[in-house]
């Protein structure tokens, strides 16, 4: 009998790290995929007899698709290049395991019906994108449907969750910045009730209070939601400050985008006059003038992640909600310099 046989909870991801191989490789072993070596698919199942691996019979007969319902700001359309990015690398997670997709789009707020997807098609499971309403998460889990939120917490949706952790990355941006003189750094954020975007606001606020400097909402606005249009408000609100800051975090690149289109307007320049950190680190950061700090969020991890905890729920291992989290990377470009002291 193996060491954590009777003493763990066995899980398709801990025989994977066990065999130092993918996911889906276990889960096609178990399930006799021919393309699975037989050496290789008998020392899965050799470590799966000894884990103690017992998976539960399925409820329902499987349909190798699954929904992915994001929530936006505008029914059936992705609010950016972020949501664009979510569905591409949960098609290709999924693909791993011969799961088609459905994607539907549905109103973040407001009311809003029943994703139609979950309505007119079979699925064997659903992943929740976008900040979806609690009501919809709680819907979903009394249908007894597997389902897994990205970016988001049990505690909120009361579903297994995958978030990104940001503080580590934002509080090192953060510290960089005081570093090269910047002791007034403002943040525009969308929602702070986002999860992700509290982590955050919270990661930004602790640095600033742990170097004695003001911490508190004078230098934060919020509230107009997350593209290029509240970057360039947020930037106009904070210039507003006497006197305004000389460095700005912004809780996603496209309102840093904004924010530095808004600021090359008014004549300031980045970075001598202004450093501007974003987060996702979307593929644009390379290509602006200058080039754009921010803090990759691990989306193609994140996703990944996501898909392969749902596939543990619908290969009948765990209804139990669980909290994972994949780690943020601080991404330092040209868009950050020394601060220039502002004269007395």
Same mark, same amino acid.
């Given at each position: 009998?193996?060491e954590?046989?009777? =003493?763990?909870? @066995?899980?398709?991801?801990t025989?994977?790290?066990?065999?130092?191989?993918?996911?889906? =490789?276990?889960?096609?072993?178990?399930?006799g995929?021919?393309?699975?070596?037989?050496?290789?698919?008998?020392?899965?199942?050799?470590?799966?007899?000894?884990?103690?691996?017992?998976?539960?019979?399925?409820r329902?007969?499987?349909?190798?698709?699954?929904?992915?319902i994001?929530?936006s700001?505008? %029914?059936? @359309?992705?609010?950016?290049?972020?949501?664009?990015?979510?569905?591409?690398? #949960?098609?290709?997670?999924?693909?791993?395991?011969?799961?088609?997709?459905h994607?539907?789009?549905?109103?973040?707020?407001?009311?809003?019906?029943?994703?139609s997807?979950?309505? %007119?098609?079979?699925v064997d499971?659903?992943?929740?994108?976008?900040? &979806?309403?609690?009501? $919809?998460?709680?819907?979903?889990?009394?249908?007894?449907? &597997?389902? @897994?939120?990205?970016?988001?917490? @049990?505690?909120?949706?009361?579903?297994t969750?995958?978030?990104?952790?940001?503080?580590?990355?934002?509080?090192?941006?953060?510290?960089?910045?005081?570093?090269?003189?910047?002791?007034?750094?403002?943040?525009?954020?969308?929602?702070r009730?986002?999860?992700s975007?509290?982590?955050?606001?919270?990661? *930004?606020? /602790?640095v600033?209070?742990d170097?004695? $400097?003001?911490? %508190?909402?004078?230098?934060?606005?919020?509230?107009?939601?997350?593209? #290029?249009?509240?970057? /360039?408000?947020g930037?106009?609100?904070?210039?507003?400050?006497?006197?305004? &800051?000389?460095?700005?975090?912004?809780?996603?690149?496209?309102?840093a985008?904004?924010?530095?289109? %808004? $600021?090359?307007?008014?004549? *300031?320049?980045?970075p001598?006059?202004?450093?501007?950190?974003?987060?996702?680190?979307?593929?644009?950061?390379?290509?602006?003038?200058?080039?754009?700090?921010?803090?990759?969020?691990?989306?193609?991890?994140?996703?990944?992640?996501?898909?392969?905890?749902?596939?543990?729920?619908?290969?009948?291992?765990?209804?139990?909600?669980?909290?994972?989290?994949?780690?943020? /990377?601080?991404?330092?470009?040209?868009?950050?310099?020394?601060a220039?002291?502002?004269? $007395?």
């Amino acid at each position: 009998m193996d060491e954590f046989s009777g =003493t763990q909870q @066995v899980s398709l991801r801990t025989m994977a790290r066990r065999m130092n191989v993918a996911v889906s =490789t276990v889960s096609r072993a178990l399930a006799g995929d021919p393309r699975i070596s037989s050496e290789r698919a008998a020392e899965i199942r050799d470590l799966a007899d000894r884990l103690g691996y017992r998976p539960r019979p399925l409820r329902r007969r499987r349909a190798n698709a699954i929904a992915l319902i994001i929530a936006s700001q505008k %029914e059936g @359309v992705a609010d950016d290049l972020y949501q664009q990015l979510v569905t591409l690398h #949960v098609e290709q997670a999924s693909s791993e395991f011969q799961n088609h997709v459905h994607v539907e789009f549905v109103l973040r707020h407001g009311a809003a019906a029943y994703p139609s997807v979950l309505r %007119e098609n079979r699925v064997d499971g659903v992943i929740l994108a976008g900040h &979806p309403s609690v009501e $919809l998460c709680q819907r979903v889990r009394e249908e007894g449907i &597997p389902v @897994v939120v990205l970016n988001d917490t @049990v505690r909120r949706t009361g579903c297994t969750s995958v978030i990104t952790d940001f503080v580590p990355g934002t509080s090192e941006a953060v510290c960089r910045l005081v570093e090269l003189g910047h002791w007034s750094i403002g943040f525009v954020a969308s929602r702070r009730e986002y999860p992700s975007v509290g982590l955050r606001l919270e990661a *930004y606020q /602790r640095v600033l209070a742990d170097c004695g $400097l003001d911490a %508190e909402d004078t230098l934060v606005v919020e509230g107009f939601g997350g593209g #290029v249009a509240a970057g /360039r408000e947020g930037v106009r609100e904070l210039l507003r400050r006497e006197p305004p &800051p000389t460095a700005i975090v912004f809780t996603n690149d496209w309102m840093a985008i904004g924010g530095m289109n %808004e $600021l090359m307007r008014q004549g *300031y320049r980045v970075p001598e006059d202004m450093s501007l950190v974003g987060h996702d680190n979307v593929s644009l950061c390379d290509e602006l003038e200058p080039a754009l700090t921010s803090v990759d969020g691990g989306v193609e991890e994140l996703t990944k992640m996501g898909v392969e905890l749902l596939q543990e729920q619908i290969e009948g291992h765990s209804d139990a909600p669980v909290q994972e989290r994949v780690p943020g /990377r601080l991404v330092w470009r040209d868009s950050c310099t020394q601060a220039r002291r502002q004269e $007395l």
